[in-house]
C-alpha cells in the first residue's frame, strides 16, 4: 500500500469517521444547492435536518471549510455567471439567483469576480464573436 | 493579485500536451518558443477557459531537485496536484477506457469523492467530487 494510501486511511478515521453527521451535511449542502435562489438562511436549513442552527454551522464549516452562507453567494454567483454569459440581462439574472437588490449582487458580484456584471457579460459577448 | 496559472512538471511536453489534450480534453491556450526546445505552453479547462491554466513545466529536465521531489511523490503515489469533476466515477471510466491507469479507483473520503491517476509525464493527478 503506498504512503498516500495509508495517509488516506488515516484522515478517513480522524476526520471522516462519523457517517451520521457526513450524510446530514451532505444533504444540507444538496439542499442550498437545490434551493440557493430561495430565501435561505441557517432557520431554514436547520428546519430540514432537525439540528440546531449553531450545531449545523459547525459541522459545514468543519466538512466543507466554509459556512453555508459563503457556500451559497459562491452559487449564486457561479449561477450568476452561467445565466450572464447565456444572455440573461443582469436586472433578471440578480432575482434569478436570489438575491433581493441589483446594488448588493452588482457590488458583491464586482467584488468577488473583479469586474461589474454588465462588464463581465460584455466581455463573454466579444469572446464570443471572437471565436 | 490573482492565482491564474498552476504548473505541473513533465518530463516531456509534446508527450504532456497529448495527453493532457487528447485524453483529459483540456484546451491549449498558449505555446511558444523560450528556446532550446523548450515551450511556454498552458492548457484551460473547455468548461472554463477564462479560468486559470495550466502550465507544463519541463522544469525536472533542467533541474535536478524538481526531478527529485516528481520522483519521490511518484514512488510515495502522492498526487502532485487535483482537478475538480461533476462525477469522479464517469471519468473513471472515461479514462480506463483510455488506458490512463489509477492508483486510487473512486473512493468516498467524508464530503468528497477521490480518484488517482498517473499522468504518465512523472505524476499523480487527483481527481476531486464534492458530494
Known amino acids: 500500500m503506498s504512503d498516500y494510501r495509508k495517509k488516506l486511511d488515516a484522515v478517513r478515521n480522524i476526520v471522516y469517521s462519523n457517517d451520521t453527521q457526513i450524510s446530514s451535511v451532505i444533504r444540507i449542502k444538496n439542499y442550498i444547492e437545490n434551493h440557493f435562489e430561495t430565501d435561505l438562511n441557517l432557520d ?58 441589483i446594488g448588493s449582487f452588482s457590488s458583491l458580484f464586482k467584488r468577488k469576480i473583479g469586474k461589474s456584471p454588465l462588464q463581465f457579460q460584455k466581455e463573454q459577448f466579444s469572446r464570443n464573436k471572437l471565436d | 493579485m490573482k492565482v491564474t496559472l498552476i504548473s505541473i512538471p513533465v518530463r ?66 502522492y498526487p502532485y496536484t487535483q482537478f475538480d469533476t461533476d462525477d469522479v466515477q464517469k471519468d473513471y471510466d472515461r479514462l480506463v477506457e483510455l488506458d490512463v491507469e489509477f492508483s486510487v479507483k473512486p ?20 481527481l476531486v467530487e464534492t458530494l
Not at chain 1, 53 to 64: G, I, M, P, T, V
Not at chain 1, 70 to 87: A, F, P, V
Not at chain 2, 46 to 72: I, M, R, S, T
Not at chain 2, 113 to 123: H, L
Request: hydrophobic share 35%.
Open chain 1, 44 to 101: 431554514v436549513l436547520s428546519q430540514t435536518e432537525l439540528i440546531s442552527k449553531y450545531h449545523l454551522l459547525r459541522l459545514f464549516k468543519k466538512y466543507y471549510g466554509q459556512t453555508p452562507r459563503q457556500y451559497l453567494i459562491d452559487k449564486r454567483l457561479e449561477k450568476s455567471k452561467n445565466l450572464l454569459t447565456n444572455g440573461i440581462s443582469v436586472t433578471e439574472t440578480c432575482y434569478a439567483v436570489g438575491f433581493e437588490s
Open chain 2, 12 to 77: 516531456d511536453q509534446e508527450k504532456a500536451l497529448k495527453f493532457y489534450t487528447e485524453k483529459l480534453g483540456f484546451l491549449k491556450k498558449k505555446d511558444s518558443p523560450l528556446g532550446g526546445g523548450n515551450r511556454w505552453l498552458t492548457l484551460v479547462s473547455p468548461e472554463w477557459q477564462d479560468g486559470p491554466e495550466l502550465l507544463l513545466e519541463p522544469a525536472p529536465n533542467h533541474f535536478e531537485p524538481c526531478k527529485v521531489f516528481q520522483d519521490a511523490l511518484m514512488e510515495a503515489g
Open chain 2, 107 to 126: 473512493t468516498e473520503m467524508g464530503t468528497v469523492k477521490i480518484a488517482v491517476f498517473n499522468d504518465t509525464c512523472g505524476n499523480n493527478i487527483q
